[in-house]
């Protein structure tokens, strides 16, 4: 795992394609189980760490499950472990001592000028009915958010996303606007057996930004 080549897949690929064959289900990870590796990635978990966290959470559930039990078909089920994995991972990095706070802050920083350069190009050749929402944006990336560095600039990010989904929403004609909630909602599915109310809106959410790119808004998540 820790030969992997730089460049040759990306971060999110190589995680979601061996968790699935880790699993042996499916094709594809869900949006939620995406966001959740890009979260690793922003927060600079090294793939191998994940990997491994990986494989470790497999295996410590094979030795615990009941007779017939299935595999969690989630990556999100291993989440924990592969925590567990980075902890140890710092650990023998640094001491005992947790990881620097200046490298939290510093990729804090780095997302955020990333993210005011991406709305700032975009605003450039935008449509004027987007153009407000881009500048909204703009504002909200400079807001004020309680929390640590990531927390902050997570919540920024989110409050400019929904600046953005604004006013492409209030941009659409009535019969487009009208079909755009039952076309997200088919796309997402049914709330799974045991999935709380709030990670299904999640997934509806994640599904309305990816309709929004499609239609050529740019949106943070994701993609800063």
Known sequence: MSDLAPGDLSYQLVVAEYFLGLSGKG???????QELIAGWERRGLPVAVVLRGLRNGMEDF???????????????????A????????????????????TTETAAAEARLTAARRRLTE??????PAWQAGYREALGALGATYPGSALARVEAAIAAADARLLSAWLGSLDRPHRAS?????????????????????????????????????????????
């Open 27 to 33: 094709l594809m990870i869900s949006p939620l189980d």
């Open 62 to 80: 094979l030795q615990r499950r009941a007779p017939g039990a299935g595999a969690p078909r989630s990556l999100r089920a291993f989440r924990f």
């Open 180 to 224: 755009l909630g039952p076309r997200i909602a088919l796309r997402a599915g049914p709330r799974p057996r045991g999935a709380s109310r709030r990670a299904h809106r999640e997934a509806l959410r994640l599904h309305l930004l990816d309709a929004a790119r499609a239609a050529g808004l740019t949106c943070l998540r994701g993609s800063v």
């Open 82 to 101: 592969v925590e567990d994995e980075w902890k140890a991972f710092t650990s023998r990095a640094v001491g005992d001592a947790p990881p620097p706070p």
């Open 122 to 127: 975009a605003d450039a050749g935008a449509p």
